[in-house]
């Protein structure tokens, strides 16, 4: 097998990768990887979650934060983060349209600092065409009318997904044993680990260590 041959079947065979190596891989391996591997990847992907959870042409909603919730749980399953994108309103200051889109949408303007940064931040959008785009105006209700399933970078295997910082928050309880521990003087690492501990592990705790020193600090 030539050079070229084993690079493609390396590249083929390792597209899910687990989201704390994404830094270790270069901007041009996650920004240009052969588009075929990756929609297969989708499709497969796809096998192993709930039907219910995929969403498809024409699938409405009550409001945006519903279709915004339902967008959310299928990218967790799926490996990536999202953020709401552009809208539109009518006169009258209604919501009409929503775009949601994959959080690695869109690409990082040039710094002309970039040359004096001694630690420079990971690159994390590779301008990903992912979306899913709701409109109201036939029925009232938020319709599905575009949809993107294909990502052009590599998804987070399923026990990485809640690094992503859309799918991290800290709950009102979690707030509550946060201010708890503190005002007893217990260390935050401690804190931490004994709440992942309470509710299975750190992907069911929803935040992470980072999350919580924030938390604190805006106290």
């Known amino acids: 097998m030539d050079a070229k041959a084993s690079m493609e079947t390396e590249v083929s065979s390792c597209r899910r990768l687990d989201f704390d190596k994404v830094d270790q891989i270069t901007n041009d391996e996650v920004s240009t990887p052969p588009v075929l591997n990756v929609i297969k990847d989708i499709n497969k992907i796809h096998t192993l979650i709930s039907f219910e959870l995929i969403p498809k042409m024409g699938m409405e909603f009550e409001s945006e934060e519903d279709a915004y919730n339902f967008y959310l749980a299928y990218a967790k399953e799926v490996g990536f983060g999202i953020k709401r994108s552009s809208f539109y309103k009518d006169s009258n200051g209604k919501l009409m349209d929503r775009v949601f889109c994959c959080s690695a949408e ?38 599905i009318c575009q949809l993107i399933i294909e990502h052009n970078h590599y998804l987070s295997s399923s026990n990485k ?4 910082r859309s799918h991290r928050k800290i709950n009102s309880i979690h707030a509550a ?33 980072k999350d919580y020193r924030n938390y604190l600090r805006s106290k």
């Open 161 to 164: 997904s809640h690094l992503h």
């Open 106 to 143: 869109g690409k990082r303007g040039k710094d002309k600092r970039d040359l004096n940064v001694r630690a420079p931040r990971p690159e994390t959008r590779f301008n990903c065409s992912a979306k899913m785009k709701v409109n109201s105006r036939q029925t009232g209700k938020f319709r």
């Open 177 to 209: 044993e946060i201010d708890m521990a503190y005002r007893v003087g217990i260390a935050p690492k401690v804190s931490h680990e004994l709440m992942a501990l309470q509710v299975g592990g750190w992907e069911n705790l929803g935040f992470i260590p």
